[in-house]
DNA sequence: AAGGATATGTAATGTCATAACATATTGGCC
DNA sequence: GGCCAATATGTTATGACATTACATATCCTT
């Protein structure tokens, strides 16, 4: 059923797992340099799969990538995103509420909605404390 | 109380309130060649003003910028935009709802939020009875 | 008039992303 | 096995978005 990565997505993958924070296309780059990468398009490629089969999210106001922390279990779900400024760590949390009510909106208004972002800009309460 | 805004930022508010869809920083200095803009950086501090202002929104999933369609009427709320893939235009909207539960996960996560995006990207009613 | 804060102008550079083209690998299917 | 299509890969160049650094000008307050 799930497609088995190939070299480049795996390593791209296993990048973005061992991550703290999300990582930029070119950071991922960079750190696989030794693993023969060479150009940007090695790793765009790889994350355009990633994001298609639901392992990896995108974080528009961040330009940057961060694996799916609950791989296979939002298929249907509304994903919203928790970024802290200070740390840089992502907190990936649904709300069914949030859906309905956007879902709500979209259908009143006749909009078909393909995909939607909602990010949290913010400190998070472990930064908050060291602050 | 509200300021008088300056000759920069007097030109590419007019320019983004003309348009009918969200415009790049490059596109805004493209429209404002003529009246002396030459470089990006004139356009994006006009906008870094516009945006402190509320009088100018930033679309993160579309690095653009579109007018604020009721300023002054939002200080508190929470903004969503609804942007048609196909022609381009953006509804902005708030939900009460959708406000009090991300407020919700947020206090329950002793996250302190300072910005929050929300975009849905789809095609709006109007395009869709076209095609 | 002096001085600080704010706005402006300009060049250079940094960061993020894709187009275009060539080559290689994979996986059915006869 | 051999063929062909689909998919993946490699590489160069370029396009699109944004900021750093520094110089100059304007405005406001005293």
Redesign the interface.
Known sequence: MTPDLTRNQSLVMKTLSGAEAPLSAYTILDRLRDDGLRAPLQVYRALDKLLDMGLVHRL??LNAFVACAHPHTHEQELI?F?I??NCGKV?E?S?E??KE??DG??KS?????????????????GC?AKG
């Open positions: 528009e106001s919203a928790a802290c400024e907190e949390f709300d509420v949030v009510r956007l909106w979209a208004h006749r909009f078909r909605a393909a995909k939607t972002t909602i990010e949290i800009r913010g400190d998070c309460g908050e």
